[in-house]
């Protein structure tokens, strides 16, 4: 294990090898604190939660993860992008820190994972976020932008603002970090995650994975979500005591868009809620 301190002298980030590929893991609040693992979505890393994460530390030890082949996690050759792998690497790395138990949040396809690794460690997950996660992919709305591989590098800043804009609600001004984190997208690995969100979602629903496991969830949509139906929100309702909130004026990426609007049902939720 290497420990790297980044920017900040509060934030340190911490390499764990793992038989598979090494993951890159950021940790901020205090240590005694409940943990709160983020888990980002496809294209995107650790550090699409820096817009919110200020306003999570006070409270918790937070655990942002570099997923496999995102940010500065590796990219190995043949690894797997598998969601049941993704999220056994997110169980593996919070054993590696010491975490017995975390409430879970994902944003977009990280919900997925975050479902599955409630599946795998229902001992290890207390709760369960899902940020603008659709249930399944009869949710999916987003139209594909279209842009070949070859020419990304080439593109404009606002270039790049129009290819991601339905990540985003309509004629909001995208920072120039998430703009930066999407130019260093392997699009081997974005491809392959894309397919495999969307095999495990055709498998089975989300509604249908959390139901039976008996965990506190809280789902939080954007209401003018672009790339996920925002009423699908309503089919979280399966899952027995789920609570649904829906955030006014904020798209794809309520985190980003509106931080403190987001945190306050996040922050609301996880006092009931807390792992340790």
């Given amino acids: 294990m290497t ?67 995102c940010g500065r996690s590796a990219r190995p050759d043949g690894a797997s992008y ?5 999220a056994r690497r997110a169980g593996e790395a919070l054993d590696r820190l010491g975490v017995e138990h975390a409430v879970v949040v994902g944003h977009s396809s990280g919900g997925v994972v975050a479902t599955s690794l409630t599946e795998q460690r229902p001992g290890l997950v207390t709760a369960v976020v899902l940020v603008n996660t659709g249930p399944d992919m009869a949710a999916y709305v987003a139209k594909e932008p279209g842009i070949r591989v070859a020419s990304w590098a080439e593109l404009t800043d606002d270039q790049v603002r129009q290819a991601i804009s339905n990540g985003f609600r309509p004629g909001y001004e995208i920072p120039q970090a998430f ?9 081997g690995v974005f491809a ?60 794809h990426s309520p985190l980003i868009e509106d931080p403190p609007g987001t945190a306050a049902p996040l922050l609301a939720f996880t006092a009931n809620h807390r792992g340790r």
């Fill in 3 to 69: 420990v790297h301190h980044g920017k900040s002298s509060a934030t340190q980030e911490t390499t764990l090898r793992l038989d598979d590929g090494e993951i890159r893991v950021h940790q901020d609040g205090p240590r005694e604190a409940p943990a709160l693992l983020l888990i980002h979505g496809t294209g995107v890393s650790a550090r699409s939660w820096e817009p919110i994460l200020p306003l999570l530390t006070g409270s918790h030890r937070v655990l942002r993860i570099d997923l496999l082949g």
């Fill in 82 to 86: 598998a969601v049941p792998d993704q």
């Fill in 179 to 187: 703009v930066d984190q999407f130019r260093d997208v392997d699009f």
């Fill in 192 to 251: 392959a995650t894309s397919q495999a969100i969307r095999a495990y979602l055709d498998e089975r629903s989300l509604p249908d994975r959390l139901a039976p496991l008996g965990k506190p969830l809280l789902a939080l949509f954007g209401e003018e979500d672009s790339r996920w139906r925002p009423s699908s929100a309503n089919d979280y309702r399966a899952v027995p005591g789920a609570t649904i909130a829906m955030l006014p004026a904020t798209g």
